[in-house]
């Protein structure tokens, strides 16, 4: 993988990168893209298994027994690094 | 008098309830061990100031003859298992001053029972390493000897418990974070079947892969604490109960071994007490079988495909909007890219980008597709392998407690830490790491540890087994 690469990787991750990060990245993920690349020769006449488990299920639950509303609300919000009022703060969106 | 460095959970609650010592100086104990060791082996990140609170708390139920299994009997819990109103960090400067608003439910289930929380352990940024060395908050190092790593990314659990700086820990285990630094610190790990501990309050690493379990002195201490933390929770969808096993009926005779894999790679000392070990089942009894698990070559390229993939998704959250710490930026989105490149250490960024890769457009089915495709496959092998044997039998890691620093600029050897440990997670397996001898070096007397994995939820077997073991090594 090249440097642009790894930028376009940054980019998409949502990482600001300095220039040293983006070199040493471009190295090691390289490396371990090289291992993971031994996968390939795993024989895919085995294949017969379709992604994910056939077990797997969705497992709901009835919307029930809700906690007293605004409970949570005071620790949840005092979480956030920007708060006003009973609202987060964030930069102008539009 | 009472050697309190002897005890273990079961001795110490025999000691409780006969009133023999009280709860308080029980965890006045563990404070004094603590502040004499933890300066030098940075096992604990916060030590709480209610310790001796809870602690008479704890005595009042035994007084009226309320105690439980774990009622007074001081624990510590990882950086990254939730309890309300207290600090967890998942060993991240994005964390550090985060206040849970909610309790997980294995932390809810100890606390019902009243045990007493001494502290939280220190561990890998987001649980993501084997050495502790990408904690934000420093290395913790191994107290069998401290220029070595403690292993990770549980590594603060079981170094407070190898101190003796807690009676016993919770950990987390997604490729081998709870057995590796069992095995190099010399104490017992148990990583339970997938899905037996509620993940509701672990903070997710790999959400297919996570599972919350015990560090301790010994199998019987582990078996006590999995009994109690684990159970199906309604807020943990991929949570499971655990069938009612007899474990009078349950007979192992039959311990498989994958020869060929454990060949490679693996310090010859390491191999060769594990070998000496075999030969002490074999003399108490039971038959090795030599097996063939043919797809567990490719386990470690499997698990650094999920891991990642599902790495990048659960790190997302991470945006200095709603919690965490933020780093402005000119506008909102530049405030991400600011808040988690700063914020957010180099294997935590390495682990988001890689699971970015193998998830975009036009390599998802060469990597994500394919890697789930042999997990599957190895999952099989599993289940095939165990129609013959009843539990199988590795080596934990490849090799004793490294130096600090040796690793930690290459990635894949640190990776190749937890060779022995992912399979039974990619197969949601039940595995636990014991004690198993040593190798010396450099003077020092290393701990090693013996894996044994059983089959789904079947942990009662590593239990029996795990319990005579002690016994003959």
């Given at each position: 993988?090249?440097?642009?690469?790894?930028?376009?990787?940054?980019?998409?991750?949502?990482?600001?990168?300095?220039?040293?990060?983006?070199?040493?990245?471009?190295?090691?993920?390289?490396?371990?893209?090289?291992?993971?690349?031994?996968?390939?020769?795993?024989?895919?006449?085995?294949?017969?298994?379709?992604?994910?488990?056939?077990?797997?299920?969705?497992?709901?639950?009835?919307?029930?027994?809700?906690?007293?509303?605004?409970?949570?609300?005071?620790?949840?919000?005092?979480?956030?690094?920007?708060?006003?009022?009973?609202?987060?703060?964030?930069?102008?969106?539009? | 008098?009472?050697?309190?460095?002897?005890?273990?959970?079961?001795?110490?609650?025999?000691?409780?309830?006969?009133?023999?010592?009280?709860?308080?100086?029980?965890a006045q104990y563990y404070l004094n061990q603590i502040a004499e060791k933890n300066p030098e082996i940075n096992a604990y990140l916060e030590v709480y100031e209610d310790v001796l609170s809870q602690a008479e708390a704890a005595q009042k139920l035994i007084d009226q003859n309320k105690a439980k299994a774990l009622t007074g009997i001081p624990l510590v819990l990882k950086d990254n298992i939730m309890i309300r109103g207290r600090i967890n960090s998942a060993g991240s400067k994005i964390l550090e001053k985060y206040i849970c608003p909610y309790t997980s439910t294995a932390a809810q289930k100890i606390l019902d029972q009243q045990a007493v929380i001494l502290g939280r352990a220190n561990m890998d940024?987001?649980?993501?390493?084997?050495?502790?060395?990408?904690?934000?908050?420093?290395?913790?190092?191994?107290?069998?000897?401290?220029?070595?790593?403690?292993?990770?990314?549980?590594?603060?659990?079981?170094?407070?418990?190898?101190?003796?700086?807690?009676?016993?820990?919770?950990?987390?285990?997604?490729?081998?974070?709870?057995?590796?630094?069992?095995?190099?610190?010399?104490?017992?790990?148990?990583?339970?079947?997938?899905?037996?501990?509620?993940?509701?309050?672990?903070?997710?690493?790999?959400?297919?892969?996570?599972?919350?379990?015990?560090?301790?002195?010994?199998?019987?201490?582990?078996?006590?604490?999995?009994?109690?933390?684990?159970?199906?929770?309604?807020?943990?969808?991929?949570?499971?109960?655990?069938?009612?096993?007899?474990?009078?009926?349950?007979?192992?005779?039959?311990?498989?071994?994958?020869?060929?894999?454990?060949?490679?790679?693996?310090?010859?000392?390491?191999?060769?007490?594990?070998?000496?070990?075999?030969?002490?089942?074999?003399?108490?009894?039971?038959?090795?079988?030599?097996?063939?698990?043919?797809?567990?070559?490719?386990?470690?390229?499997?698990?650094?495909?999920?891991?990642?993939?599902?790495?990048?998704?659960?790190?997302?959250?991470?945006?200095?909007?709603?919690?965490?710490?933020?780093?402005?930026?000119?506008?909102?989105?530049?405030?991400?890219?600011?808040?988690?490149?700063?914020?957010?250490?180099?294997?935590?960024?390495?682990?988001?980008?890689?699971?970015?890769?193998?998830?975009?457009?036009?390599?998802?089915?060469?990597?994500?597709?394919?890697?789930?495709?042999?997990?599957?496959?190895?999952?099989?092998?599993?289940?095939?392998?165990?129609?013959?044997?009843?539990?199988?039998?590795?080596?934990?890691?490849?090799?004793?407690?490294?130096?600090?620093?040796?690793?930690?600029?290459?990635?894949?050897?640190?990776?190749?830490?937890?060779?022995?440990?992912?399979?039974?997670?990619?197969?949601?397996?039940?595995?636990?790491?014991?004690?198993?001898?040593?190798?010396?070096?450099?003077?020092?007397?290393?701990?090693?540890?013996?894996?044994?994995?059983?089959?789904?939820?079947?942990?009662?077997?590593?239990?029996?087994?795990?319990?005579?073991?002690?016994?003959?090594?």
């Amino acid at each position: 993988m090249d440097k642009i690469g790894i930028k376009k990787l940054a980019e998409l991750s949502r990482l600001k990168l300095s220039e040293t990060e983006i070199d040493e990245y471009q190295e090691k993920i390289s490396d371990i893209l090289k291992y993971i690349d031994s996968l390939k020769e795993a024989t895919a006449g085995k294949m017969d298994l379709v992604m994910g488990n056939l077990e797997n299920r969705n497992v709901l639950r009835e919307d029930q027994n809700p906690h007293e509303g605004g409970i949570y609300s005071d620790d949840l919000l005092a979480a956030s690094p920007d708060r006003k009022d009973n609202f987060v703060k964030v930069k102008k969106i539009l | 008098m009472i050697n309190f460095a002897d005890l273990t959970i079961a001795s110490a609650r025999e000691g409780l309830d006969q009133k023999k010592f009280t709860t308080s100086e029980l965890a006045q104990y563990y404070l004094n061990q603590i502040a004499e060791k933890n300066p030098e082996i940075n096992a604990y990140l916060e030590v709480y100031e209610d310790v001796l609170s809870q602690a008479e708390a704890a005595q009042k139920l035994i007084d009226q003859n309320k105690a439980k299994a774990l009622t007074g009997i001081p624990l510590v819990l990882k950086d990254n298992i939730m309890i309300r109103g207290r600090i967890n960090s998942a060993g991240s400067k994005i964390l550090e001053k985060y206040i849970c608003p909610y309790t997980s439910t294995a932390a809810q289930k100890i606390l019902d029972q009243q045990a007493v929380i001494l502290g939280r352990a220190n561990m890998d940024e987001f649980a993501m390493g084997s050495s502790t060395e990408n904690s934000a908050y420093g290395v913790t190092k191994n107290p069998r000897d401290p220029k070595r790593v403690s292993g990770g990314s549980s590594g603060g659990s079981a170094a407070a418990v190898a101190m003796n700086g807690a009676l016993a820990a919770l950990g987390s285990d997604t490729g081998g974070s709870i057995r590796q630094p069992a095995s190099l610190c010399g104490v017992v790990g148990l990583k339970p079947t997938y899905g037996s501990v509620s993940r509701h309050g672990l903070m997710a690493m790999a959400s297919s892969l996570d599972v919350i379990g015990p560090i301790t002195k010994t199998v019987a201490d582990a078996e006590i604490l999995f009994k109690v933390i684990s159970g199906q929770d309604s807020l943990d969808s991929t949570s499971v109960s655990l069938e009612k096993k007899n474990l009078e009926t349950l007979s192992v005779k039959k311990i498989g071994v994958p020869q060929n894999f454990l060949q490679k790679g693996i310090d010859e000392d390491v191999l060769q007490e594990f070998q000496a070990n075999l030969t002490k089942f074999k003399k108490a009894g039971y038959e090795i079988v030599e097996i063939d698990l043919p797809n567990l070559d490719y386990s470690l390229a499997v698990y650094y495909i999920l891991m990642p993939a599902e790495v990048s998704s659960n790190m997302a959250r991470y945006d200095g909007i709603k919690f965490g710490s933020r780093l402005e930026g000119e506008d909102l989105i530049s405030g991400y890219f600011s808040t988690r490149g700063h914020f957010l250490g180099s294997e935590v960024k390495r682990r988001i980008m890689l699971g970015t890769y193998v998830l975009s457009a036009g390599y998802a089915d060469q990597y994500y597709k394919k890697a789930w495709q042999i997990r599957n496959l190895i999952k099989n092998d599993f289940e095939k392998v165990f129609e013959k044997v009843d539990l199988i039998a590795m080596p934990t890691t490849p090799s004793p407690a490294f130096k600090i620093g040796e690793k930690s600029k290459d990635p894949l050897k640190m990776y190749l830490e937890d060779i022995f440990t992912i399979s039974a997670n990619l197969a949601g397996l039940p595995a636990i790491s014991i004690p198993a001898g040593s190798v010396i070096r450099e003077e020092k007397t290393l701990p090693i540890g013996l894996q044994l994995i059983a089959p789904a939820q079947e942990e009662q077997k590593l239990f029996k087994i795990g319990k005579e073991f002690e016994t003959i090594v």
